[in-house]
């Protein structure tokens, strides 16, 4: 491969840098489901349960106060249908 702008001597090459985030990408998935359960006081193992749409937003908050974490938004993927997302308050 060519050496491009984005090389850095000694470091690593662009397509290191991609492979490297290409084997990130399910990582990060696992990772958010499990911080999900984790936010929620629940066992790691109940991530499962949590299917994570990818580019959907997802928000963890809390309700009615700091000791009842919430998941107030989860893989919310209505915008890639063009579809409006009003803000709600149900969560801080």
Do not use: K
């Amino acid at each position: 491969m060519a050496p491009s702008r984005y090389d850095c001597p000694a470091g690593e090459t662009l397509a290191n840098v991609r492979a490297r985030a290409d084997r990130m990408i399910g990582r990060i998935r696992s990772f958010l489901r499990i911080l999900a359960v984790r936010w929620l006081r629940l066992p790691a193992i109940e991530a499962y349960h949590f299917v994570l749409t990818i580019a959907s937003p997802s928000i963890l908050g809390y309700d009615h106060g700091l000791d009842q974490p919430a998941i107030c938004l989860w893989s919310d993927d209505r915008h890639l249908a063009g579809e409006y997302i009003p803000a709600r308050g149900a969560c801080w």
